[in-house]
C-alpha cells in the first residue's frame, strides 16, 4: 500500500519570505514523487518530480523540493513568496514498480500574505 | 496546443438521471483517469484505463461507469445509482509510468 501525508491544512506566509509545505509518503520500494498546484477552479498543474537522483528537484515558477529518504519526506520549498502563489498544492506518491496509479495527499492551501 | 478537454464546465442533474461527462485530450497519452475532489478530501480515484477497451475501478467506482472506445476520449456516466454525486470532476491523463499527470479544468456536478 501507499500513502502521502500533508500534515497541515493551511499554510500562511508573508510575501517574500519564505515558503514550505510538507508533505511525507509511504511506499513499498522506491518513490517516484510529484507536486502539483490547483487554482479555483480550475485542474491540477504539475510543479515537479523526483524519480531518481539529486535529492533536490528544480521545477516550475521558482519552487523545488527536497526528496529525504531516511525521513521519507518531499517537501516543496520556494525562497521568496509572491502573493499569486496562493493555491492548492498537492502531493502525490507511487511506487517505482507496481501499480502505476499515483495517491494523492488531501491537498495544503498555501495563503501568501501581501 | 495539447491538452485534456472536458466538458460541460458545470453539470446539473436531476433525480433519477444519469449524466454524462466528457474528457478528450490529444496528448497522445495512453493512460486516462477519472477523479473526484471533495472539499477537504483530495482526490479519490474513480476509474482509469490504460489503453483503449480496456478500463479498471478505482476506489470509489461505486455509482459511476466510463467506456474507452478511443484513444483520445474517456467519458464518464454518473449514474442514478450514486446518490451524492455533487463533487468538483477531474479527468487526467499520462503518457507512462513514472510521468506526471495533465489534467482538464474540471466538471462541477450539482444536484437539481
Known amino acids: 500500500a501507499q500513502s502521502v501525508a500533508q500534515p497541515e491544512d493551511q499554510v500562511n506566509v508573508a510575501e517574500g519570505n519564505p515558503l514550505t509545505v510538507k508533505c511525507t509518503y509511504s511506499?513499498?520500494?522506491?518513490?517516484?514523487l510529484f507536486w502539483y498546484v490547483q487554482y479555483p477552479n480550475r485542474g491540477l498543474q504539475f510543479l515537479l518530480k523526483y524519480i531518481t537522483g539529486d535529492n533536490l528537484v528544480k521545477g516550475s515558477y521558482g519552487f523545488e523540493a527536497e526528496f529525504n529518504k531516511s525521513q521519507t519526506s518531499f517537501h516543496l520549498k520556494k525562497p521568496s513568496a509572491l502573493v499569486s502563489d496562493s493555491a492548492l498544492y498537492f502531493c502525490a506518491v507511487r511506487a517505482s514498480g507496481g501499480s502505476y496509479i499515483p495517491t494523492f495527499g488531501r491537498g495544503t492551501s498555501l495563503i501568501v500574505h501581501p | 496546443d495539447g491538452g485534456i478537454t472536458q466538458s460541460p464546465k458545470y453539470l446539473f442533474r436531476k433525480e433519477g438521471q444519469n449524466v454524462t461527462l466528457s474528457c478528450e485530450q490529444n496528448?497522445?497519452?495512453?493512460?486516462m483517469y477519472w477523479y473526484r475532489q471533495d472539499p477537504g478530501q483530495g482526490l479519490r480515484l474513480i476509474y482509469y484505463s490504460q489503453i483503449v477497451n480496456d478500463f479498471q475501478k478505482g476506489d470509489i467506482a461505486e455509482g459511476y461507469s466510463v467506456s474507452r472506445e478511443k484513444k483520445e476520449s474517456f467519458p464518464l456516466t454518473v449514474t442514478s445509482a450514486q446518490k451524492n454525486p455533487t463533487a468538483f470532476y477531474l479527468c487526467?491523463?499520462?503518457f507512462g509510468t513514472g510521468q506526471p499527470q495533465h489534467f482538464g479544468d474540471g466538471t462541477r456536478l450539482s444536484i437539481l
Open positions: 496528448l497522445n497519452h495512453d493512460a
Open positions: 487526467a491523463s499520462s
Open positions: 511506499v513499498s520500494g522506491n518513490p517516484y
